[in-house]
């Protein structure tokens, strides 16, 4: 079956320093890619997407580009701040009905 | 403002007690989902419904049940508590049958079954 796999955390940064959170993921045919991000108490909230190869997905600073060659979704941030401090979740979408395979999360701390 | 609301927020259950998650949305949205969140595995798709009237097994169905009451509401069910259920549980929405549109969260249901 489909499955995405992210690397565990807990990834642990200074403020302005560079951020990348690995995904890669195996799917039959041609998945939508998502990033969603789970600040402290509170639920998921996209962050951003791509739905075909090549694709960047955009969002507040992050940045996200589909290979279809290395079935990869790295998310990147060139500085982060305290405020990105939370749990990021990769996630492909594949069958009508919008249903999401998550992988298991990478934590992110960002110290002042 | 509410988007997709889930009640309660925290519950403690003996196992075998029983006990039924609320969920509903504001957004007119046709598909809703039931996920749980354990560490290190994501969120796991129990149940989902694509419509009112209908709704499918996902990854993790066994010991859940759901009613998908009305457009709004999707609730599930818990007949016979057992610690491996304890979790937490995240209600979603979406508003089209597409696989590329934005899922909406609640803040989650942290149950704890001792």
């Known amino acids: 079956g489909d499955s995405v796999t992210q690397m565990e955390g807990p990834v642990t940064l200074s403020e302005e320093a560079f951020l990348t959170i690995n995904c890669t993921y195996t799917?039959?045919?041609?998945?939508?890619l998502f990033w969603y991000v789970q600040y402290p108490g509170e639920g998921l909230q996209l962050l951003l997407k791509a739905t075909k190869a090549d694709d960047k997905g955009s969002n507040k600073g992050f940045e996200a580009t589909y290979r279809k060659e290395t079935t990869s979704f790295h998310l990147e941030k060139g500085s982060v701040q305290v405020s990105d401090s939370a749990v990021y979740f990769c996630a492909l979408s594949k069958a009508a009905g919008n249903k999401l395979t998550f992988g298991g999360g990478t934590r992110v701390l960002v110290k002042p | 403002n509410a988007g997709v609301t889930q009640t309660p927020k925290f519950q403690v259950l003996k196992t075998g007690q029983s006990m039924t998650l609320q969920c509903a949305q504001d957004m007119n949205h046709n598909s809703m989902y039931w996920y749980r969140q354990d560490p290190g595995m994501g969120l796991r798709l129990i149940y989902y419904?694509?419509?009112?009237?209908?709704?499918d097994k996902g990854e993790v169905p066994n010991g859940y049940n759901v009613s998908r009451l009305n457009k709004r509401e999707f609730s599930l069910r818990l007949e016979s508590a057992a610690p491996s259920q304890t979790s937490v549980y995240f209600c979603?929405?979406?508003?089209?049958?597409?696989?590329?549109?934005?899922?909406?969260f609640g803040q989650g249901t942290r149950l704890t079954v001792v």
């Open positions: 419904s694509a419509s009112e009237g209908t709704t």
């Open positions: 979603a929405s979406s508003g089209r049958d597409g696989w590329n549109t934005e899922a909406f």
């Open positions: 799917a039959t045919g041609y998945p939508s």
